[in-house]
């Protein structure tokens, strides 16, 4: 009986983090958008936004019972325990904080935003995920973990970017203290806008 209940266990667990790591993935890959926003600006705009839209209507679809091919399929697989049966926010709030962060802001404070959410928040999740023991009290199950990975992911991508330590370093610690917030999929709209910002100040691209 212990066994089986033991096997149950190791399974969820499994399940979990193969869900995690389908959703980051997700996340991960719009680490390449600025690279086609610096080549193709609005078309990759007009897509971003087209790709919302049509979510939200395959997602509404979905839940009124009519399964959309591809779309629901994925939205299923990468959907968490708290998304079931109700509207899967996370990719909208994905697409929006990087929409607003190629419009309102310059380019390569863009593109740290950007970077700060694909793969900042993404390797906080599945860093804390897999490896994931020391909880961060009140913080909606966030582990200390994961926001190291959150802060040397960001730190790297910002270096690779600036080529300025301390700057990759200010970047970092700031990504780190918004992704620890149990904002949920609203995390998504912050960072991006609030890395930018900050990233954009610190260097003098955005003036005071």
Avoid at 44 to 50: A, D, F, N, Q, R
Avoid at 125 to 135: D, E, P, Q
Avoid at 137 to 149: D, I, R, S, V
């Amino acid at each position: 009986k212990n066994f089986n209940r033991q096997r149950k266990t190791v399974m969820k667990v499994r399940a979990s983090v193969i869900k995690e790591i389908f959703r980051k993935s997700i996340h991960l890959c719009s680490g390449i958008v600025p690279l086609f926003l610096a080549l193709f600006y609005w078309p990759v705009i007009i897509l971003l936004i087209c790709a919302v839209v049509i979510y939200s209507i395959c997602e509404i679809l979905r839940l009124k019972g009519h399964s959309v091919p591809i779309v629901s399929i994925i939205t299923e697989t990468a959907a968490r325990k708290r998304d079931e049966d109700k509207f899967v926010l996370g990719p909208v709030t994905l697409v929006i904080g990087i929409l607003i962060a190629a419009l309102v802001l310059p380019p390569e404070p863009a593109k740290i935003g950007i970077f700060a959410l694909a793969f900042g928040d993404g390797c906080a999740s599945l860093v804390g995920k897999l490896i994931g023991r020391v909880k961060i009290p009140h913080m909606g199950g966030k582990t200390f973990e994961g926001c190291l990975g959150c802060f040397t992911a960001v730190f790297i991508a910002t270096l690779v970017v600036s080529h300025n330590p301390l700057v990759s370093l200010y970047t970092a610690l700031v990504t780190m203290c918004i992704e620890v917030l149990p904002l949920f999929d609203f995390d998504n709209i912050l960072i991006p806008i609030c890395v930018g910002t900050f990233y954009g100040l610190i260097t003098g691209i955005i003036p005071f």
